[in-house]
């Protein structure tokens, strides 16, 4: 059966939102996105064109099947969107679906504890012990542990989704839909390192990261990120829904097998029910711009905080992988620092980064378990684009 393919490039002076963006903007987003791109450059409708054939390429070769977003400043430079939100109903990408976002979710929880941080209820440098109960961990281990270690990596906890998670028995994965029901997974975990002697990266002390806010804020943590940070950005398609549940314009994920190759099997038994803290929730690249240009113009937590969670704390102790902040990834590239995070799953791949000195910023977002490099490549073109 041979798999039709939809592609569909918004570039050059003539995009706008769709029309559904445009009225959730209008009727409910006290933040709107920028709204288009009619003050590009020349150069910057070349960028655009170049991207777009870029895309055009690895959708025809069937390496990539989601959507991009790049801006520059409030300026929409391009936009594109293929593949197929599920190969077993044909039904297309379009540039509102929704896709999981795996761990670039991790820093909607950073930036919740950072409003925290602000309201004067808590601090970085708590003890775990002081919001997170024994019936999760031996007090001797929580005593160790503060927020700060938690948001770096740095806690010495190990991963929960390799460990716990993504080989469990589906019919206990779907068990877990409040974050008390993770409890029974963590029993007898032990620390891998003495806090802060070390780097790794850590699934679940992301997790315990959700247990804080909801102590603090005495609210449910997914109640929490739809109220403080989805709902005031006007993110109405970004949400930690239940898989088991009807949801509109949800992208199902497709991976690679040794005897399925062609990204032709779904991962739905593959990754958690429901979004955590650690990540694996759904969103969409208009969304995402949303939350981006929020971060950027100080609508979520003040500059000065965000300085702090953009500082790189791995001290070179994640060979291989990008620096980490505070619920960020921090790197530099030809076009100076960049600040956001990489998220994958099987069957879900993306990067959201920010580029801070040269205001560019790039959202990718794959139902597929690859991202077919575009993250990289895109980078490059606007490297060029700029002369680096």
């Known amino acids: 059966m041979q798999i039709k393919k939809c592609i569909v490039l918004f570039f050059g002076l003539a995009l706008l939102f769709s029309e559904v963006s445009q009225s959730l903007a209008q009727t409910t987003s006290p933040v709107e996105s920028p709204q288009s791109q009619n003050k590009l450059t020349q150069s910057e409708v070349l960028l655009a064109e170049k991207i777009n054939l870029l895309l055009r390429e690895k959708c025809e070769q069937d390496k990539f099947s989601g959507a991009i977003l790049i801006t520059k400043g409030d300026q929409l430079v391009t936009e594109g969107v293929c593949g197929q939100a599920s ?19 991790k820093m909607f929880t950073a930036v919740a504890i950072a409003q925290l941080m602000e309201a004067g209820k808590l601090s970085y440098d708590d003890k775990l012990s ?50 008390s029901d993770y409890k029974s997974l963590l ?47 006007g993110m109405l398609n970004s949400d930690s829904y239940f898989r088991d549940e009807p949801v509109d314009n949800i992208a199902t994920g497709y991976m690679s097998t040794p005897k399925a190759p062609d990204f032709s099997k779904e991962n739905n ?3 958690p029910l429901r979004g955590t803290p650690f990540g694996a929730g759904y969103s969409t690249v208009h969304d995402l711009w949303r939350f981006t240009s929020a971060l950027l113009a100080g609508k979520l937590i003040k ?33 100076g620092k960049v600040v956001g995070h990489s998220g994958s799953l099987r ?8 580029y801070l000195d040269s205001a560019y910023t790039v959202i990718v977002l794959s139902n597929y378990d690859s991202s077919g490099y575009l993250p990289e490549l895109v980078e490059d073109l606007i490297s060029q684009a700029n002369g680096k």
Do not use: C
Not at 87 to 105: C, D, L, Q, V, W
């Open 87 to 105: 190969k077993r109903y044909h039904a297309a990408n379009n540039i509102e679906t929704k896709f999981n976002i795996a761990s670039i979710g």
């Open 187 to 233: 029993q007898g975990d032990k620390l891998k390192f003495e806090p802060d002697s070390n780097f790794n990266y850590s699934n679940t002390g992301t997790f315990l990261l959700g247990l804080v806010i909801e102590k603090v804020s005495g609210e449910n943590f997914f109640s929490y990120i739809r109220e403080h940070i989805y709902k005031p950005l």
């Open 130 to 179: 002081r919001y997170v109960d024994a019936s999760w961990y031996p007090k001797d281990i929580l005593d160790k542990v503060t927020i700060r270690q938690l948001l770096s990596h740095r806690s010495g906890f190990g991963d929960m989704l390799s460990e716990h998670i993504v080989y469990a028995p589906y019919i206990k994965l779907i068990f877990l839909r409040e974050l």
């Open 303 to 335: 500059n000065d905080t965000l300085q702090l969670h953009w500082t790189d704390y791995s001290n070179g102790q994640n060979p291989g992988g990008r620096p980490y902040g505070l619920g960020f990834q921090v790197w530099s590239s030809a076009l």
């Open 347 to 354: 069957g879900v791949a993306g990067n959201m980064a920010m």
């Open 269 to 271: 038994f593959y990754i």
